[in-house]
């Protein structure tokens, strides 16, 4: 399950792509089941927006985006909301895609380090094992 929080707003959404085009620039494009939120509630939520937008994939990642405050457009169809939410900052937009980049690397750092202490733990083991081994 993928959310978007905005504020105290949490909502469950198909998926969200970044994405960047001539005409708007840096945006969000948005899945979102109709039966999640009303149109006028999503609306509200999204246009002139001016609080970070948090996507929560199903594995706990969580992606931040700064500065997508515009509502380019939104429509429904077959029971899903597409939006598409700007970027009005090219400075916030980029700002945003470092900061995911870095806590994406964090992560992998975090992964390793776990990696290289379990592994550390098992040498630890086999040369007490081997050490007993020389000594009997």
């Given amino acids: 399950m993928t959310t978007l929080t905005i504020g105290s707003t949490t909502i469950e959404i198909t998926s969200c792509t970044k994405r960047r085009d001539v005409k708007r620039g840096f945006y969000l494009d948005l899945y979102i089941p109709q039966a999640n939120i009303g149109m006028d509630e999503l609306f509200n939520l ?30 429904c169809e077959a029971g899903v909301y597409n939006v598409a939410q700007v970027c009005t900052s090219e400075y916030e937009a980029q700002l945003s895609l470092t900061q995911n980049k870095v806590a994406e690397q964090n992560k992998v750092i975090e992964d390793q380090t776990e990696a290289i202490k379990a592994q550390t733990a098992e040498l630890e083991l086999l040369n007490d094992t081997l050490l007993e081994l020389l000594m009997a």
């Fill in 46 to 75: 999204l246009n002139n927006n001016e609080e970070h937008i948090v996507i929560t994939e199903a594995d706990g990642t969580e992606s931040v985006y700064v500065g997508f405050k515009q509502l380019g457009a939104l429509s």
